[in-house]
């Protein structure tokens, strides 16, 4: 196992150095000019924050400074980190949105906010690695490839920048290894950890309590779904009270937090027009919806149908339960979770759906597990995983007027979706060779699609919360 995470490890580095090599190259008018300036424009936001005005124009891409990380969410987080919760200076009414553990590391590693963001990269490519080598039982090679594929994917820009996605990532990695080695001490500890990177995580709480839920339609047992539920709700109490303790100690106030959420304009909002903040995002946020979302909702009412059998053993569901079937149905439910919280909150405004979706631990779990045990070329699977998804894009592409040309640059993230989709499930059914191949040239544009939605942030023109 060690050398097999430390060849992943490798090829992450490696991943890095072409990305950075590229973005360099995209800096200067002349290579810009003539490769990615023929078919794409990039951002320029003027005015100031009341008054934005947000353009496309043909100009190189910018340059990589700690300032230009820091925007949006990063600008608060360091806020947080300098300032902690204090009532007064920058944030003060909006911070406490805004759990600890990110600033509060940030602010132990000492470092700017390029070397938190290569910390995120490698905290980023290090979970994903674990989680291949707990989850995956391919070849070596079929492996490397698939890490190649989730580490470039046209949603993982975020594990570039000062965002708290890879803390996320790695303390849901670390929960799912105490799951498999059947360690609750280790899971417990994971998850406390867990709840203290955002509010966002109480939908990983709903999804396990969901799944102890189901598994008591099979094993009738209700003290044992009473134990299994406490035993998961235990760490995340432990976790926001923590988090509500550190905003006391530095703001004087428990409410902080719930002090923080009428600027947000949070609530429940009937959807008028399906839109977004980016053309960019708004692809991404299709791809989501339509070949993760609503799958997930499919599966999730079959197995409540067919009676989930996750809870047949009478015992420790955490320490007995089939690990994959379990994981599956945990971050099937996570995406129904965020799935119909955006539908019933956003107004028809997708915006940031893809981050909680698609750089979210249940995704790249989900992701592995059917990799390693889908029977591709069944049926069931095939129109519920294939054909059910590409008739719900083709339907949304149709009936949504947003965004514009559908062939223009900025829906390549969900095009480039669909082809890793559809190359992972053809891949079974090719010549290892051929699939070096696809999968290095979907890798290549995959890397340059991710540095144009990087140069796109350091633009202030992907926005997104």
């Known amino acids: ?165 890879s803390f996320f990532l790695f303390f849901m990695t670390i929960w799912l290894i105490g799951v498999v080695k059947k360690k609750y001490w280790i899971s417990f500890i994971a998850l406390t950890l867990l709840a203290m990177v955002r509010p966002a995580t109480i939908f990983i709480l709903f999804a396990l309590l969901a799944v102890e839920f189901i598994a008591l339609f099979s094993h009738k047992n209700f003290k044992l779904f009473i134990k299994e539920s406490f035993l998961k709700l235990f760490p995340f109490v432990i976790g926001f009270f923590f988090s509500f303790l550190i905003q006391f ?38 791809f989501s919806i339509c070949f993760i979302c609503l ?72 992701v592995i597990i059917l990799l390693n045990s889908l029977n591709f070329y069944k049926v069931k699977n095939t129109i519920l995983y294939l054909i059910v998804p590409i008739i719900f894009l083709l339907l949304f592409l149709l009936k949504s007027a947003y965004g514009g040309n559908r062939f223009d640059f900025s829906f390549l993230g969900l095009y480039l979706s669909v082809l890793i989709y559809l190359f992972l499930w053809l891949r079974p059914n090719l010549q290892i060779y051929t699939q070096i191949i696809i999968a290095g040239g979907i890798i290549l544009l995959n890397i340059i699609w991710n540095t144009y939605m990087l140069n796109m942030f350091f633009c202030n023109g992907w926005i997104f919360t």
Not at 57 to 67: A, D, L
Not at 257 to 270: D, I, L, M, T, V
Not at 318 to 335: I, Q, R, T, W
Not at 341 to 360: E, K, Q, V
């Open 1 to 165: 196992m060690k050398n097999s995470l430390l060849n992943l490890l490798i090829v992450g580095i490696i991943n890095l150095t072409v990305f950075l090599f590229l973005f360099f190259s995209f800096q200067h008018y002349t290579i810009y000019n003539h490769s990615l300036g023929l078919i794409s424009k990039n951002y320029e936001r003027t005015g100031d924050w009341n008054n934005p005005e947000i353009k496309k124009i043909s100009k190189p891409y910018t340059k990589i400074t700690n300032e230009n990380f820091e925007t949006w969410d990063a600008s608060i987080y360091k806020c947080i980190k300098e300032n902690m919760y204090k009532n007064t200076g920058c944030y003060s009414n909006v911070s406490g949105a805004f759990f600890p553990l990110f600033p509060i590391i940030w602010k132990l590693l000492a470092v700017n906010s390029i070397g938190i963001s290569i910390f995120n990269y490698l905290l980023f490519i290090t979970s994903i690695a674990l989680l291949i080598n707990y989850l995956s039982s391919l070849s070596g090679l079929e492996n490397i490839l698939i890490y190649c594929i989730l580490i470039t994917l046209p949603s993982t820009i975020i594990y570039y920048i000062p965002y708290t996605e």
């Open 295 to 366: 799958p997930a909702l499919i599966f999730a009412s079959y197995t409540l149908i067919k009676s989930s059998k996750l809870g047949d053993d009478k015992n420790n569901v955490l320490k007995e339960v089939n690990h994959l079937p379990y994981l599956l149905s945990v971050s099937s439910y996570y995406f129904i979770g965020i799935f119909v919280f955006t539908m019933l909150t956003s107004g028809g405004n997708m915006h940031s759906l893809f981050r909680f979706i698609m750089a979210s631990p249940p995704f790249y779990i989900a």
């Open 249 to 286: 100690t530095y703001s004087s106030k428990w409410t902080k937090f719930f002090e923080a959420q009428k600027y947000w304009n949070s609530g429940f909002h009937p959807i008028n027009t399906v839109s977004d903040w980016s053309v960019e995002g708004f692809g991404l946020n299709v």
